[in-house]
């Protein structure tokens, strides 16, 4: 993906997803499509909230801020999961406790709207989240690095081998070779 202006968020979240979809070759459905360009542009901007997800949906009693809770607990679920595993393997519980959350919250979700056809997307995200976190977690990966430097990049490349990084490395006129006989190394030319 080449620098190209967009006149919205929304249209560089298409961008992005849409490749990323691709990458990963998973079909998915244009309301749930919509959903995720949607999800990426509030959180581009949103704050996350510090309070437990659990703690959360135990304090709500009407089913309209239930169904708004379910609701944030599966995007934030999703969006975390996905733009940041990483940090989430430090911390008191994992990516597995977001994606259970996440998952389950979008299935009641679509059980509540049963009928709608935000239901049918509750449901695909629902059934799907581990693949949808593997998409965000490409996005992230494409648009993490906008500020590092190159060392950065290099730093990542040798971790992660990733075709997309190398492309960044060689646009700022670093080449990367994998080092003879050795698998996980690299040299810069």
Do not use: N
């Not at 749930?32 to 704050?47: D, P």
């Not at 169904?67 to 519980?93: C, H, M, N, P």
């Amino acid at each position: 993906m080449g620098i190209i202006g967009h006149t919205s968020v929304e249209g560089f979240f298409h961008e992005i997803l849409t490749e990323a979809l691709g990458q990963s070759g998973l079909h998915v459905s244009s309301g749930t499509e919509y959903y995720l360009v949607g999800l990426l542009g509030e959180f581009a901007s949103a704050r996350i909230s510090d309070e437990p997800m659990a703690l959360r949906l135990a304090t709500t009693e009407d089913a309209g801020e239930r169904a708004l809770a379910l609701k944030e607990i599966g995007d934030t679920s999703l969006y975390v999961s996905g733009f940041f595993a990483e940090s989430i393997r430090r911390q008191l519980v994992d990516v597995d406790y977001y994606i259970g959350m996440g998952g389950a919250a979008y299935r009641e979700l679509s059980h509540r709207m049963c009928g709608s056809h935000v239901a049918e997307v509750y449901a695909e995200l629902s059934g799907r989240f581990p693949a949808f976190v593997d998409v965000l977690a490409r996005i992230r990966s494409q648009v993490s690095f906008a500020g590092d430097d190159v060392l950065s990049l290099y730093q990542e490349w040798m971790r992660t081998k990733s075709d997309w990084i190398e492309s960044k490395l060689a646009d700022m006129g670093v080449l990367v070779t994998p080092a003879p006989d050795d698998d996980d190394g690299g040299y810069l030319q």
